[in-house]
């Protein structure tokens, strides 16, 4: 990732929409659990372009979206062992493999720090 939604999200679906990189699916859709909508981490590109990530931004739910950590090659162990702890479940591309940060990098934000990631803080609105 990238960002996070925790189990505070109400599944009001508002975010969907609103993301560029189509990263993020409905708890129905959810390839983890049916409970929570869930983030695609392998897709999200944080906004890196914009002055906030879109989802966050529609979200009416304060703490329902935190950070995580850059889906960059220097945390490719921490996606590795989400994925096969059930954290995350990252797509699995038939000629690639599974298709985690050393494969398919993304872009992050430089501005936030790797601490604030590491607790999963707020997205601040
Ligand atoms: S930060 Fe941007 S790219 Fe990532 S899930 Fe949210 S809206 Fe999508
Ligand atoms: S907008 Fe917020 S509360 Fe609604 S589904 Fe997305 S993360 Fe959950």
């Known amino acids: ?8 999200c109400i599944n009001c679906d508002s975010c969907i929409d609103e993301c560029p990189a189509t990263a993020i699916v ?41 950070w995580d950590m850059p889906y960059t090659e220097d945390f490719n ?5 989400g994925h096969e702890s059930g954290e995350y479940n990252i797509r699995e591309h038939k000629k690639n493999g599974i298709m985690y940060p050393s494969i398919s990098p993304k872009p992050y934000r430089e501005a936030i720090a790797i601490s604030d990631r590491q ?5 601040a609105g």
């Open 77 to 81: 162990d921490y996606f590795v062992k």
């Open 119 to 123: 607790a999963h803080v707020a997205i």
């Open 26 to 66: 409905s708890a129905g859709d959810s390839p983890i659990n049916g409970d929570v909508t869930y983030v695609k981490p392998e897709k999200c590109i944080e906004c890196a372009d914009s002055t906030m990530p879109k989802c966050s931004d529609a979200c009416p739910t304060e703490g329902a979206i935190v």
């Open 1 to 8: 990732m990238a960002v996070k939604i925790t189990d505070l």
